[in-house]
């Protein structure tokens, strides 16, 4: 199994910046694509961005030129640089992975426990 643990959530002021990471760990044979996602109250939980093991990113419309998405391969860790917050990125975050436990098997999605952000005065 694998386990997605996030941090840096909070209160930030519109305009300010926050800091996601996203440790994986675990049963960890490799692991392919790693995101982050958000969900606001009576909202589906939407893309937020992803990143590949090569480093490829994509970005929703909404955080493209405000976010950045990057991940350390040696720590299973994911990173999401937050700026020029606005009060619509209020939502809980969660952390996604796909990943293998064992080579022979298929990857399997993994999503952390989520942490709010809120943006507000």
């Known amino acids: 199994q694998v386990q997605l643990v996030e941090s840096g959530g909070g209160l930030v002021q519109p305009g300010g910046s926050l800091r996601l990471s996203c440790a994986a760990s675990g049963s960890i044979f490799s692991i392919n694509v790693m995101g982050w996602y958000r969900q606001s109250p009576g909202k589906q939980r939407e893309l937020v961005a992803v990143?590949?093991?090569?480093?490829?990113?994509s970005y929703s419309e909404s955080v493209k030129g405000r976010f950045t998405i990057s991940r350390d391969n040696a720590k299973n860790t994911v990173y999401l640089q937050m700026n020029s917050m606005k009060s619509e990125d209020t939502a809980v975050y969660y952390c996604?992975?796909?990943?293998?436990?064992?080579?022979?098997?298929?990857?399997?999605?993994?999503w952390g426990q989520g942490t709010q952000v809120t943006v507000s005065s």
């Open positions: 990143i590949t093991r090569a480093g490829n990113t």
């Open positions: 996604h992975c796909n990943a293998k436990v064992h080579w022979w098997l298929s990857p399997v999605d993994y």
